[in-house]
Structures are given as structure tokens and as C-alpha cells.
């Protein structure tokens, strides 16, 4: 008996759609000023600043020079990344790269 099969679920929510967690989808949700976001395009974690245009504003975490990126392409950033761009920045400073 206890090497039975696992019974299927009924009634499971279906696959949730992966465009629309990148925030390709028509109706995608702008993220609030402050967020942590990673721009899918160039790979980079950065903090919206503000929009201008059709686009989001994006500083480096740390600081640095702004760029914009299409909404689009913009995702929430994961924890786990957020981390990373953390430790990333404190290395730099600990070296005396950045201010």
C-alpha cells in the first residue's frame, strides 16, 4: 500500500501564464516608485525612480547613472537578487570603488 501512486488533484489551478509574471502582457502592472526590479534586457537589478514617457527609470542599487528601460522588460526582482546586488555594492565600497 505504501507504494501506491500519489491520487491527481481535481479541480487544480491551471499554469499561471509566464509573460504576464515578466510583465510582457498588454496589461501589465507598472511597478511602484522604489521597487526593486531587474530590466530583462541588459540583466541589470536597479530601483524605479520615476517614469518619463513610455519608459521606467531605473538607479543602480548603490546609486549611479540612471537609464531607462522599456516597461516591458522590467520584472520585480527576487530576493535572492536583491541580495546579490546588496553584496555587490558593499564588496565595491569595501574595496573603495564606490562612495
Wanted: without cysteine; glycine residues 16%; aromatic residues 6%.
Amino acid at each position: 500500500m505504501g507504494d501506491a501512486l500519489p491520487a491527481r488533484r481535481t479541480g487544480a489551478a491551471p499554469p499561471r501564464d509566464r509573460a504576464a509574471d515578466r510583465g510582457d502582457g498588454g496589461g501589465a502592472v507598472k511597478p511602484p516608485v522604489g521597487a526593486y526590479v531587474v530590466d530583462t534586457r541588459t540583466e541589470r537589478i536597479g530601483i524605479v525612480m520615476g517614469y518619463e514617457g513610455p519608459y521606467v527609470q531605473l538607479r543602480p542599487y548603490g546609486g549611479g547613472r540612471e537609464w531607462d528601460a522599456d516597461p516591458g522588460a522590467v520584472r520585480q526582482a527576487t530576493s535572492a537578487e536583491r541580495l546579490r546586488a546588496a553584496t555587490a555594492y558593499a564588496n565595491a565600497r569595501s574595496r573603495g570603488e564606490v562612495p
